[in-house]
């Protein structure tokens, strides 16, 4: 039997296993049950596809959408894999046929919905072949607790009761809350599974957070900047996406849309338009998304804001699923709160639900909304922000996101938190932002005058701030949790247990706000990526294999992306393949697909160099092309030679910021990424040296036992406004340990 590594390269062309995938197969090997949690593009596929290939029978995989069978069996076809779907889209004659050949064992890989596991037929093959495993992708589907429960995934149980001999059961999903994972492992009674979740960091997205004064045109600019690319943008409302469609198609975009008001011809054909790379841009709803396995979408725009950060990281997780550089960016405007909130009360009102039960969605569904708002408007890291909401904690600034690229002004605006939180006490509470921030400016419109506002001693006490400016402060302190809002839809101002710090003057409140005027919206972030990599000459031959790409998939009648993704073509331009071998080596290249493809793309290399290689990247070298494909982003990971190691100016004690500055002068290539100490500190909380805990109403820092001995120790600092908190110093040994770690063998 051929081993793992053998499979992976011969049939995905790949070298190497990525973060996972190696003991999820491994155990599946084994026969042991297994559910992987990982983030839309990590690559589930492979860890069930591998293993699927190697075991003696058959492998049935439960997928929810036909669309989602149909592109993965395309993708296993392409790869060399015989694979088969069985699906309502077949008839019963198709179906039969596809059942009989999969019973002389035709097929290593069989996708089926799940309703088809109740059907007889499909029962009677079932009990005659021989089944190795059992692939439940999706499987939050499965949980009552998830987005999208669906009932007949509760079948699969049944099923798999029947059968004479159990197969190993692999599950996967990207939704990574506790509830569900349990509802998995319980509903579809794995035993003792391996359960693994991997980071849900996809370190080659870009996030952003704009607030355009006029959407349409930022949207407009963006996609005409963007033009070579793929990218969805997404809408709340059907009539936002006829707008922006409008608007696009008559600025000569090739535009697609999809909502689920249009009939299922039209859906399919702008489906089909998008995926074939005839109209590479998409505007729709959320109705357009699972079924997605378009690998070089290089952009995802939201339109609006989602209803929750569940909705939007899987969303925006679609960008970039080949691994190459893309970009997540959300517009925002206060507006868009109130549309959701409204959408979220019409929800339910069918009468199906109880009361009680319709209280607790509600409950929740403010709860994700608020968390959403959130990420809209905290000056912080996205990327952290995101993290932590999927329970990753203390990954610090990531240094490539809006807020990271931002540069901010900070404000102590101590004094007037304090005159809000006494504006919410005396009001007792039962107002919102809006009559609070209202009355602090001493406003005079109707409903003040309804609540006779102005006989409060706080009335106008902030007079001389905009009104918007003290929202923001009240934001920011919600954010901070030094008041509250009450989950419901009037979200009422409460103060918090660490309000009183405010009041007494134990704690600043510091707002951080735009440098300079204007700054927002100006599309900040945004910067040309692609020429980040390839040089000009470099850009004409990915053009060139792109076109060699679109034609050949046009012949076969397949998405581009399944004959090799933008990331392999872009990879053929850095390595410049000129024998079959090099070709080979080029991740995304198996054999089957080398020889299906291969010769036209040497060709078209050989042609275009006259077989000369030429330097068609900015950087240094293939080393650094490797280091890239680890990395996923534009430069090679940080590390630093033996000498520099050696000479490295160790001090006697240091915060980790400057220790980071240190070892960051001290690299040799300016195509090498800098370290940051947010990733310092990552390694040191994987390893147990450091922790960051929620503790009193903020983020704390610890050194754990190990790190107590390694040389670090906490004490008090004072940051530059004042406000004093604790951080934790790095003596020598502990400096010495660190450079260690990133030294190279
Ligand atoms: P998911 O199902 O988790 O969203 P996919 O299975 O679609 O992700 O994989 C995302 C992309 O990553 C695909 O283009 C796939 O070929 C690629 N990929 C998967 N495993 C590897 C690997 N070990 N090395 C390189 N690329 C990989
Ligand atoms: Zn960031």
């Given at each position: 039997?051929?081993?793992?590594y053998?499979?992976?390269?011969?049939?995905?062309g790949?070298d190497?296993?990525?973060?996972?995938q190696?003991?999820?197969?491994?155990s599946?090997?084994?026969?042991?049950?297994?559910?992987g949690?990982?983030?839309?593009?990590?690559?589930?596929?492979?860890?069930?596809?591998?293993?699927?290939?190697?075991?003696?029978?058959?492998?049935?995989?439960?997928?929810?959408?036909i669309?989602?069978?149909?592109d993965q069996?395309?993708?296993?076809?392409?790869?060399?894999?015989?694979?088969?779907?069985i699906?309502?889209?077949?008839?019963?004659?198709?179906?039969?046929?596809?059942?009989?050949?999969?019973?002389?064992?035709?097929?290593?890989?069989?996708?089926?919905?799940?309703?088809r596991?109740?059907?007889g037929e499909?029962?009677?093959?079932?009990l005659?072949?021989?089944?190795s495993?059992?692939?439940?992708?999706?499987a939050h589907c499965?949980?009552?607790?998830?987005?999208?429960?669906r009932?007949?995934?509760?079948?699969i149980?049944?099923?798999?009761?029947?059968l004479?001999?159990?197969?190993v059961?692999?599950?996967f999903?990207a939704?990574?809350?506790?509830?569900?994972?349990?509802?998995?492992?319980c509903?579809?009674g794995?035993?003792e599974?391996?359960?693994l979740?991997t980071?849900?960091d996809?370190?080659n997205?870009?996030?952003?957070?704009?607030y355009?004064g006029?959407?349409?045109?930022?949207?407009?600019?963006?996609v005409?900047?963007?033009?070579e690319?793929?990218?969805?943008?997404?809408?709340?409302t059907r009539?936002a996406?006829?707008?922006v469609?409008?608007?696009?198609?008559?600025?000569?975009?090739?535009v697609?849309?999809?909502?689920?008001g249009?009939d299922?011809?039209?859906?399919?054909?702008s489906?089909?338009?998008?995926?074939?790379?005839?109209?590479?841009?998409?505007v729709?709803?959320?109705?357009?998304?699972?079924?997605?396995?378009?690998?070089?979408i290089?952009?995802?725009?939201?339109?609006?804001?989602?209803?929750?950060?569940?909705n939007?990281?899987?969303?925006?997780?679609?960008?970039?699923?080949d691994?190459g550089?893309?970009?997540?960016?959300l517009?925002?405007?206060?507006?868009d709160?109130?549309?959701?909130?409204?959408?979220?009360?019409?929800?339910?009102?069918?009468?199906?639900?109880?009361e009680?039960?319709?209280?607790?969605?509600?409950?929740?569904?403010?709860?994700?909304?608020?968390?959403?708002?959130?990420?809209?408007?905290?000056?912080?890291c996205?990327?952290?922000?995101?993290?932590r909401y999927?329970?990753?904690?203390?990954s610090?600034?990531?240094?490539?996101?809006?807020?990271?690229?931002?540069e901010?002004?900070?404000?102590?605006?101590?004094?007037?938190?304090?005159?809000?939180i006494?504006?919410?006490?005396e009001?007792?509470?039962?107002?919102?932002?809006?009559?609070?921030?209202?009355t602090?400016?001493?406003?005079?419109?109707?409903?003040?005058q309804?609540?006779?506002?102005?006989?409060?001693?706080?009335?106008?006490s902030?007079?001389g701030?905009?009104?918007?400016?003290?929202?923001?402060?009240?934001?920011q302190?919600?954010?901070?949790?030094?008041?509250?809002?009450?989950?419901?839809?009037y979200?009422?101002?409460?103060?918090?247990?660490?309000?009183?710090?405010v009041?007494?003057?134990?704690?600043?409140?510091?707002?951080?706000?735009?440098k300079g005027?204007?700054g927002?919206?100006?599309?900040s972030?945004?910067?040309?990526?692609?020429?980040?990599?390839?040089?000009?000459?470099?850009?004409?031959?990915?053009d060139?294999?792109?076109?060699?790409?679109t034609e050949?998939?046009?012949s076969?009648?397949?998405?581009?992306y399944?004959?090799?993704?933008?990331?392999?073509l872009?990879?053929m331009?850095?390595?410049?393949?000129?024998?079959?071998?090099?070709?080979?080596?080029?991740?995304?290249?198996?054999?089957?697909?080398?020889g299906q493809y291969?010769?036209?793309?040497?060709?078209?290399?050989s042609?275009?160099?006259?077989?000369?290689r030429?330097?068609?990247?900015f950087?240094?070298?293939?080393?650094?092309?490797?280091?890239?494909?680890?990395?996923?982003?534009?430069k090679?990971e940080?590390s630093?030679?033996?000498?520099?190691?050696?000479?490295?100016?160790?001090?006697?004690?240091?915060?980790?910021?400057e220790?980071?500055?240190?070892?960051?002068?001290?690299?040799?290539?300016a195509r090498?990424k800098?370290?940051?100490?947010?990733?310092?500190?990552?390694f040191?909380?994987?390893?147990?040296?450091v922790?960051?805990?929620?503790?009193?109403?903020?983020?704390?820092?610890?050194?754990?036992?190990?790190?107590t001995?390694a040389?670090?120790?906490?004490?008090?600092?004072t940051?530059?406004?004042?406000?004093?908190?604790?951080?934790?110093?790095?003596?020598?040994?502990a400096?010495?340990?660190?450079?260690?770690?990133?030294?190279?063998?």
């Amino acid at each position: 039997m051929a081993d793992k590594y053998t499979v992976l390269k011969k049939y995905f062309g790949y070298d190497s296993f990525r973060e996972g995938q190696e003991l999820l197969i491994d155990s599946i090997l084994r026969g042991q049950d297994v559910l992987g949690i990982m983030p839309t593009g990590a690559g589930k596929s492979v860890c069930y596809q591998v293993p699927a290939l190697m075991l003696p029978g058959i492998t049935v995989v439960v997928s929810p959408l036909i669309s989602l069978m149909k592109d993965q069996v395309q993708a296993l076809n392409q790869a060399g894999v015989h694979a088969a779907y069985i699906n309502s889209s077949l008839s019963e004659g198709q179906i039969s046929k596809a059942l009989y050949l999969a019973s002389q064992g035709r097929y290593k890989i069989i996708y089926v919905a799940p309703e088809r596991l109740e059907s007889g037929e499909f029962m009677r093959f079932a009990l005659g072949a021989h089944l190795s495993m059992l692939t439940v992708d999706e499987a939050h589907c499965i949980s009552q607790w998830g987005q999208d429960f669906r009932p007949s995934y509760l079948k699969i149980v049944q099923f798999v009761r029947q059968l004479p001999r159990r197969p190993v059961i692999s599950a996967f999903t990207a939704t990574a809350t506790e509830a569900v994972r349990d509802d998995i492992v319980c509903v579809l009674g794995l035993s003792e599974p391996q359960v693994l979740t991997t980071g849900f960091d996809r370190k080659n997205l870009y996030f952003g957070v704009e607030y355009p004064g006029k959407k349409e045109d930022y949207v407009r600019d963006y996609v005409k900047k963007h033009s070579e690319e793929s990218g969805v943008i997404y809408c709340a409302t059907r009539k936002a996406v006829e707008g922006v469609y409008e608007m696009l198609r008559k600025a000569g975009v090739p535009v697609a849309r999809y909502h689920a008001g249009l009939d299922i011809e039209t859906r399919v054909r702008s489906q089909e338009d998008f995926t074939y790379d005839r109209s590479p841009v998409m505007v729709a709803t959320n109705a357009f998304g699972m079924g997605i396995d378009k690998s070089n979408i290089r952009y995802v725009l939201h339109y609006n804001m989602p209803q929750s950060m569940e909705n939007y990281y899987q969303e925006a997780g679609r960008a970039g699923r080949d691994g190459g550089p893309a970009q997540c960016i959300l517009l925002y405007s206060a507006q868009d709160v109130i549309v959701n909130r409204y959408l979220l009360e019409s929800k339910g009102q069918n009468g199906e639900m109880g009361e009680e039960e319709l209280r607790i969605m509600r409950e929740r569904d403010e709860d994700r909304l608020r968390a959403m708002s959130g990420y809209c408007i905290t000056k912080n890291c996205l990327r952290e922000y995101i993290l932590r909401y999927f329970g990753e904690y203390g990954s610090g600034p990531c240094g490539s996101c809006s807020n990271c690229h931002r540069e901010y002004e900070e404000r102590d605006v101590t004094k007037e938190a304090a005159k809000i939180i006494g504006c919410v006490q005396e009001m007792r509470q039962r107002y919102g932002i809006n009559v609070v921030a209202g009355t602090l400016a001493g406003e005079t419109r109707a409903k003040l005058q309804e609540y006779r506002v102005s006989e409060y001693r706080s009335y106008g006490s902030l007079k001389g701030w905009l009104e918007t400016e003290i929202k923001e402060i009240i934001s920011q302190m919600v954010l901070d949790g030094l008041l509250a809002q009450t989950v419901d839809k009037y979200a009422l101002l409460r103060t918090t247990e660490f309000s009183q710090d405010v009041l007494l003057g134990n704690r600043k409140v510091i707002l951080k706000t735009l440098k300079g005027q204007g700054g927002q919206g100006s599309g900040s972030g945004v910067k040309e990526r692609k020429s980040d990599i390839l040089n000009s000459r470099g850009l004409e031959l990915f053009d060139l294999l792109r076109k060699l790409r679109t034609e050949a998939a046009r012949s076969r009648g397949i998405p581009p992306y399944l004959i090799f993704s933008d990331k392999t073509l872009q990879e053929m331009c850095i390595r410049v393949p000129l024998s079959r071998e090099e070709m080979l080596q080029i991740p995304g290249i198996g054999e089957y697909k080398y020889g299906q493809y291969g010769e036209r793309f040497l060709e078209m290399v050989s042609e275009f160099t006259g077989g000369t290689r030429e330097k068609f990247y900015f950087g240094q070298g293939p080393e650094e092309a490797r280091n890239r494909e680890k990395s996923g982003g534009a430069k090679a990971e940080f590390s630093l030679t033996r000498d520099q190691a050696e000479t490295f100016p160790y001090q006697e004690k240091c915060l980790l910021p400057e220790l980071a500055a240190a070892m960051s002068g001290f690299r040799n290539s300016a195509r090498m990424k800098k370290i940051t100490g947010a990733e310092i500190f990552r390694f040191l909380t994987d390893q147990k040296y450091v922790e960051e805990k929620y503790q009193e109403g903020r983020w704390k820092k610890l050194v754990l036992e190990a790190g107590t001995e390694a040389g670090m120790y906490c004490a008090p600092r004072t940051s530059r406004n004042g406000v004093e908190y604790e951080d934790i110093y790095y003596d020598e040994k502990a400096q010495r340990m660190i450079v260690a770690h990133y030294t190279e063998e």
